[in-house]
């Protein structure tokens, strides 16, 4: 399928993964994120967006699992762990019911780049991409999603930007693709909700 990133996803197939605090915390976000078509899926079935949080002292995480985008409500198995990933070879080696969203390793640059990030949520819209790209830190638009070369370029903005402070990330080469990242979810979300608050006003 055009569009779908072809990573290397090492998949040990298990039961659920998530614990029952982790769910309720991102899926009462995540639901809320979907009914204002921030996650969802495009008429070609091309999903997009999703939501992970760190497990507390190490550099794994919770994320969405592949091809979710679609779903309305998800349930514990629609979850995955990133047990480790190499960015170099642009893989991730994950457990649970699903494969890991080819996103993962994106998320997994910024667990990298900052241990204080607790939290990711990946959006699509095209107006708040349009209204914020390059003025703040944006990627490179020769990058693709879900490539060794973006989850780079994200670790080299944490070096080069003001991205700690402002806590969102344009994806140049991901049309409407943003990043919003805090210590927790409410702080990711809320960077998020300002942003679009700024925007309608």
Known sequence: ???????????????????????????????????????GAYENGVGYGNISMRISGTNQ???????????????????????????DDNAVQCVGPLKASSESLTHAAIYLADPDVNAIIHVHSID???????????TNPA??????GLAKDIIRLFSESDVIEKRIIVMAGDRAGILTFGNDMDEAVNVLMQYLKDENE
């Open 1 to 39: 399928m055009e569009g779908v990133v072809k990573f290397n996803c090492h998949w040990s197939q298990s039961g659920f993964v998530i614990s029952d605090e982790q769910y309720e915390i991102i899926n009462y976000w995540r639901e809320i994120l979907f009914n204002m078509d921030l996650i």
């Open 61 to 87: 995480f919770i994320i969405t699992g592949s091809a979710t985008g679609e779903i309305p409500d998800l349930e514990p198995g629609h979850y995955v762990k990133v047990v480790s990933f190499n960015i």
């Open 128 to 138: 708040l991409w349009n209204k914020l790209i390059y003025k703040v830190p944006t």
């Open 143 to 148: 990058m693709d999603y879900g490539t060794a």
